[in-house]
């Protein structure tokens, strides 16, 4: 998923990505999130930067867009790939964050399975396991 990145590729969409990265990094949403939108304008098949412009968006409040541009993501990453959990966690925490908890478990233990070391998961899967049923309590308003 990476070559592009590290092999120096005069591609314009590159150097858009790795801008609005930057921009990403240091808090500036909006400008990063223009930067992105063109860099999967200028490449359809950029994985890296759906799975940015995800981030930058959930980080704005846009979490049905960010969830989009995860699924996008995921659709471009083999599931080989050793990023492909990446997309997925963040597309379960733009669930989580959208309440829409039935889904959340599922990339999560789903990221278990591809990368079963990482920090915390087993919490994060338990906690939204908890949190769907609580909701699932609620009387009708």
Request: charged residues 30%.
């Amino acid at each position: 998923m990476t070559d592009r990145l590290l092999n120096g590729s005069p591609d314009p969409s590159v150097a858009l990505y790795r801008e609005g990265k930057r921009l990403r990094l240091s808090g500036d949403a909006k400008a990063a999130g223009d930067l992105l939108a063109r860099a999967v304008a200028t490449d359809n098949t950029f994985a890296e930067a759906y799975i940015e412009l995800g981030q930058v968006l959930s980080s704005l409040g846009m979490q049905k867009e960010a969830i989009d541009y995860f699924s996008k993501a995921l659709e471009l990453i083999p599931e080989y790939d050793r990023l492909y959990h990446v997309p997925l966690y963040q597309r379960g925490v733009a669930y989580a964050l959208l309440g829409e908890w039935e889904n959340t478990p599922a990339d999560w233990r789903q990221v278990k399975s591809i990368k079963p070391d990482r920090t915390n998961i087993d919490l994060d899967i338990q906690k939204a396991k908890f949190l769907m049923k609580s909701q699932s309590k609620k009387p009708a308003q």
